[in-house]
């Protein structure tokens, strides 16, 4: 086979994009997923009965073409949001919708709507959003958030380059802050000659009304007052379907259909018979969706207090996410590298090496479990970080004051690839550690932590919630002076 990097063939389009890089979707199960946004219980039980009934039908089931325009699903939709088929269009994701809102109401270069003029968007939000411009060749003009990362409807009102468009993730995405409608509304009336996009991918999450007092929540009934506004919605967060890839835009009708020619200049079946079946299915189903929604947010809330207790900076969250800056007091702040530490747990949370959030991670609400086991990790490591600081001046006073090295223990937390469980393991000797150590990768084991207790004190290093066998205890062997071992330790794994 050729080289992959062969790009002889590829179009000038191809080689100059820049694609969207998703969040892991780690192989095995084990790990607590905090890192894309998925809803942490699983989809309404009438959502597979649907589609095994759309499968138990073997002569039509998977052989025909599904209905193109959708529209059993569209008119669902519209009778949930009380609105006409003709508003509601339908694709395989928001993101496919997204695109072809970009391709339709924001391409450049067309000598009519909108050419040349840049898309405005906030410089911290979806990720996609760029990609796209990039795609279908959109100008944009990256208008930054304030300083605590709202909105300033303002700015977009002012700027004094021309409109081609709005788009605006509302909540926003990752902060999770939540704009008014009054504000939306703004917008539209502002710039009535521009489409004005509010990407509703969190909305269900969001509480009706907001701390202000304004009137916030979802836009979709604006859609009867602006015929320049498209919101765009999804089964993948608030009714646990991110696997079946169904998304929505609600518009006025004649934006609507241009959004249905360009589908059908693309793929005409972009939503197949089992998502349509299950969609409709999720949509009929209503108080199991309230009754998710509602957890979801009680444990966003019990999130947020415990993080908050734990001296974290949290932004308030209005989606199934919380953003969040680390104290000092959890690896020096440093959000990379809690990250990193977390992974090694067996914990993903999604980290941004960008401008202005570079030091905040994303963190998906977990289930009640799920989120307790992220607490714990960061419970352990801020009691870590506090005592090793308390801890050395004691260290220092240790080594120097005493031999009694039968009280030394040293310990090593290992993660399981294969379990995606983390162990401690203690040693009653360096050795006996470091020949374990020397192993530890043949068996699947990554050391994710290594310290050291004297007379049960931390002495060094990192954490450990759990204590375990011990390995052996063969004779110590180390120099009379105590921080000639832990330097010559430590630097056995540098
Ligand atoms: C703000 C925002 N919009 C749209 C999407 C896309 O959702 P989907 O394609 O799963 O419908 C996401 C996904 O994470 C998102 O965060």
């Known amino acids: 086979m050729q080289s992959s990097t062969n790009q002889r063939l590829w179009s000038t389009k191809a080689k100059t994009l820049d694609p969207y890089v998703p969040g892991e979707q780690p192989k095995h199960d084990n790990l607590c997923k905090l890192n894309t946004n998925e809803n942490p219980f699983p989809p309404s039980p009438k959502v597979s009965q649907a589609i095994e009934e759309?499968?138990?039908?073997?002569?039509?089931?998977?052989?025909?073409?599904?209905e193109p325009e959708s529209d059993k699903?569209?008119?669902?939709?519209?009778?949930?949001?009380?609105?006409q088929r003709e508003q509601v269009f339908v694709g395989n994701g928001s993101d496919e919708v997204l695109a072809l809102v970009f391709a339709c109401f924001f391409m450049q270069g067309d000598g009519k709507l909108a050419s040349a003029k840049p898309l405005?968007?906030?410089?911290?939000?979806?990720?996609?959003?760029?990609v796209y411009g990039m795609t279908f060749d959109v100008e944009r003009k990256v208008i930054p958030l304030a300083d605590d990362f709202s909105v300033n409807v303002d700015d977009y009102i002012h700027a004094d380059e021309d409109c081609g468009g709005i788009i605006?993730?509302?909540?926003?995405?990752?902060?999770?802050?939540?704009?008014?409608?009054a504000d939306i509304e703004t917008l539209c009336n502002a710039r009535p000659d521009s489409v004005v996009v509010i990407d509703e991918a969190y909305i269900d999450f969001a509480v009706v009304e907001g701390k202000s007092g304004l009137k916030v929540g979802s836009a979709v009934n604006l859609i009867e007052k602006y015929d320049n506004l498209v919101v765009t919605q999804t089964f993948s967060k608030s009714r646990s379907l991110a696997g079946l890839r169904v998304g929505m835009a609600f518009a006025n009708p004649s934006l609507i259909e241009a959004l249905?020619?360009?589908?059908?200049?693309?793929?005409?079946?972009?939503?197949?018979?089992?998502?349509?079946?299950g969609a409709i299915a999720s949509l009929e189903d209503s108080d199991y969706f309230s009754h998710v929604c509602q957890q979801v947010i009680r444990l966003r809330d019990e999130l947020v207090q415990a993080l908050t207790l734990l001296e974290f900076k949290v932004l308030e969250s209005h989606a199934n996410f919380v953003f969040v800056k680390p104290p000092t007091s959890i690896v020096e702040g440093n959000s990379e590298q809690l990250a990193s530490v977390l992974r090694e747990q067996g914990i993903i949370v999604r980290y941004f090496?960008?401008?202005?959030?570079?030091?905040?991670?994303?963190?998906?609400?977990?289930?009640?479990?799920?989120?307790?086991?992220?607490?714990?990790?960061?419970?352990?490591?801020?009691k870590s970080q506090q005592k090793s600081e308390e801890n050395t001046e004691t260290s220092k006073m240790t080594n120097n004051t005493t031999n009694k090295r039968d009280d030394l223990r040293f310990?090593?937390?290992?993660?399981?690839?294969?379990?995606g469980k983390s162990k401690t393991y203690r040693f009653d000797n360096q050795d006996a550690l470091a020949e374990f150590a020397k192993k530890a990768n043949s068996k699947g084991l990554t050391i994710v932590d290594t310290h050291i207790t004297f007379l049960g004190v931390e002495l060094l290093f990192a954490p450990i919630s759990e204590e375990d066998s011990v390995i052996t205890a063969t004779d110590i062997n180390f120099a009379e002076d105590g921080s000639y071992c832990l330097n010559e330790w430590a630097k056995?794994?540098?």
């Not at 759309?54 to 599904?66: D, G, I």
């Not at 405005?120 to 760029?130: K, L, R």
């Not at 249905?260 to 079946?269: E, H, L, P």
């Open 260 to 277: 249905t020619r360009m589908k059908n200049s693309f793929n005409s079946y972009p939503l197949d018979r089992l998502a349509q079946a």
């Open 54 to 66: 759309v499968l138990v039908n073997q002569a039509t089931a998977l052989r025909l073409y599904p």
């Open 168 to 181: 605006i993730a509302n909540p926003n995405a990752p902060t999770g802050l939540l704009m008014s409608l």
């Open 120 to 130: 405005f968007t906030p410089d911290i939000s979806y990720s996609f959003y760029p």
């Open 73 to 83: 699903l569209r008119d669902t939709l519209a009778k949930t949001y009380g609105l």
């Open 492 to 494: 056995s794994f540098n």
């Open 353 to 382: 090496n960008k401008p202005r959030i570079s030091d905040y991670l994303r963190i998906t609400i977990g289930t009640k479990e799920q989120n307790d086991r992220l607490l714990e990790s960061l419970q352990a490591l801020s």
């Open 411 to 419: 310990f090593l937390k290992c993660y399981n690839a294969n379990t």
